[in-house]
């Protein structure tokens, strides 16, 4: 019997133990020390500075009011052209978007900031400041950015969104 207590003590010993082990593998943590396939998460208090890089737009995610996914488009997939690129600098970003067909180059400019999660644009040209876009994530390798209105700023026209989607995730890449 004695024999029976001391094994069982010691298997509950074990897995109390175990229990209380280092879960840091298995949470996302926003401090910016989690690694993972998409690069380093970033604290919304550095975006600032992580932002400040060239990002390449790969991805374009449609999704419902609900913020369920209707569609993915993976942009490289069907270009022939390089991505678009866009150059976070000190308070520019500088943006350069090819035509579909990839006959013409269009390179603009506008002054941003970043306030909590949104990022603000400032488009010169229009006089106007646009809506915000928000920042869903921002890694060391990837940043995804909501636009909630049928206004793309990125290509700069209005845009015909698929059916039953109410918003659009744009998801750059780091070059």
């Known amino acids: ?17 175990g229990g209380c082990s280092s879960d840091e593998n298995s949470k996302k943590k926003d401090d910016g020390n989690e690694s993972n396939n998409s ?44 991505l678009d690129l866009y150059s976070f600098k000190e308070d520019k970003v500088f943006m350069e978007n090819h035509s579909f067909d990839c006959s013409e180059l269009y390179k603009s400019v506008a ?16 006089n106007d400041n646009l809506e915000p876009l928000e920042i869903i994530s921002l890694t060391t390798k990837q940043l995804v950015l909501k636009v909630d209105d049928k206004y793309d700023f990125f290509y700069g026209k209005q845009i015909n969104l698929p059916e039953g ?11």
Do not use: P
Request: charged share 25%; with cysteine.
């Open 39 to 82: 690069g380093t998460e970033i604290s919304v208090a550095h975006y600032s500075k992580a932002i400040k890089k060239d990002w390449l737009a790969s991805k374009f995610v449609y999704l419902d009011r609900n913020n369920k996914v209707i569609l993915e488009e993976d942009l490289s997939f069907y270009r022939v052209c390089d």
């Open 1 to 17: 019997m004695k024999k029976y207590l001391l094994f069982f003590a010691t298997i509950l010993c074990c897995v109390f133990l």
């Open 111 to 126: 002054d941003y900031k970043i306030e909590g999660e949104n990022l603000l644009l400032f488009a010169k040209e229009m």
């Open 165 to 175: 989607a109410t918003a659009k995730q744009v998801i750059l890449v780091a070059k």
